[in-house]
Nanobody, 118 residues
Framework: VQLQASGGGLVQAGGSLRLSCAASGRTFSSVAMGWFRQAPGKEREFVASISRSGGIAYYADSVKGRFTVSRDNAKNTVYLQMNSLKSEDTAVYFC????????????WGQGTLVTVSS
């Protein structure tokens, strides 16, 4: 699976951004999708995930209630709607894919930078 993330940019605290991740190379509906982020000097952390059908989503506590993950299997795309952004949300955001037989994410996109100014 090839993944291409986009939609990052500079936004003021309290603002919103929507990230997109376009997938190719495999039946999109056969993979679960996740969003991760890595802030400068920190380890990569889980942000959100969504099941293959889109019916089940999980969120990190730090983003719960502010971020929403969704997917459009017809467009081979997963989204991350980020609202009420905080400076601590500043990071490179990565999308990742995981096949049904995999416990870990084994396909990764290149990342898109989100900068939240306070």
């Amino acid at each position: 699976v090839q993944l291409q993330a986009s939609g990052g940019g500079l936004v003021q605290a309290g603002g919103s951004l929507r990230l997109s991740c376009a997938a190719s190379g495999r039946t999109f509906s056969s993979v679960a999708m996740g969003w991760f982020r890595q802030a400068p000097g920190k380890e990569r952390e889980f942000v959100a995930s969504i099941s293959r059908s889109g019916g089940i989503a999980y969120y990190a506590d730090s983003v719960k209630g502010r971020f929403t993950v969704s997917r459009d299997n017809a467009k081979n795309t997963v989204y991350l709607q980020m609202n009420s952004l905080k400076s601590e949300d500043t990071a490179v955001y990565f999308c990742a894919a995981r096949g049904a037989a995999n416990l870990e994410y084994n396909y990764w996109g290149q990342g898109t930078l989100v900068t939240v100014s306070s």
